[in-house]
């Protein structure tokens, strides 16, 4: 398609997997107003070869292999505070939702999403603006009503949703069997959940813990 005569926006995409990463340059290059202008395939090798400047929206995908899409963001704003990211993922639970916004993400939009909503959404984010569809806006105020986790307890949760026991779990971190029992006692409330199956289903169902 005939590029328009003003100066496209330049996308640069971070996409794992091959195809996907194709036809995102596909779908990217057949608007009249975008061009594709690098693609990587890694968080390392995005933020080995960023500078400000090389593209006007980051495209990116959130599960990547080695450094994860949030630490890249965070290092693609350490490099260029004025980096625009478009997340582009399929996963859409609340804690990825919240950790990709709060690492300066502009948008989170879902790889199911119509090539016109993806498109805009890369128009609108190049503009300035800051694009939340509705089912992610949903997820976001969800997460809103859950109270933040420390590191440790993150641990704690971790170990738990891989099936380990206070005992193990306590070995593990070296603490003792009653600490572990203090953090499961206020994972459980910061969850709110019962027990620890129902403290491992949610951590998984709302991102987390990540099982792969």
Same mark, same amino acid.
């Given at each position: ?10 996308? #640069? ?10 036809? #995102? ?82 948008? =989170? ?73 203090? =953090? ?29």
């Amino acid at each position: 398609m005939k590029k328009n005569a003003a100066t496209p926006i330049q996308v #640069l995409i971070v996409e794992d997997h091959p195809t996907f990463r194709m036809g #995102l340059a596909a779908l990217i290059e057949s608007q009249p107003d975008m061009t594709v202008v690098a693609q990587f395939g890694s968080g390392e090798e995005v933020l080995a070869a960023y500078r400000p400047g090389l593209a006007s929206v980051v495209l990116m995908d959130l599960r990547l292999p080695g450094i994860g899409g949030v630490e890249t963001i965070i290092g693609l704003h350490a490099r260029d505070p004025e980096a625009r990211v478009v997340v582009l993922t399929t996963y859409e639970a609340d804690e990825d939702v919240f950790r990709a916004m709060q690492s300066g993400a502009k948008s =989170y939009l879902l790889k199911d999403m119509s090539t016109e909503e993806i498109a805009g959404t890369i128009r609108s984010v190049h503009r300035g603006g800051t694009e939340i569809p509705p089912r992610i806006a949903e997820r976001l105020a969800a997460r809103a009503q859950r109270q933040d986790l420390t590191a440790r307890e993150r641990e704690v949760l971790e170990l738990l949703v891989r099936g380990r026991s206070n005992k193990e779990i306590a070995a593990q971190l070296h603490i003792s069997d009653e600490t572990v029992k203090s =953090y499961l006692k206020t994972l459980f409330a910061k969850l709110k959940v019962r027990d620890r199956t129902d403290a491992a289903i949610h951590a998984v169902r709302h991102g987390i813990v990540h099982l792969e």
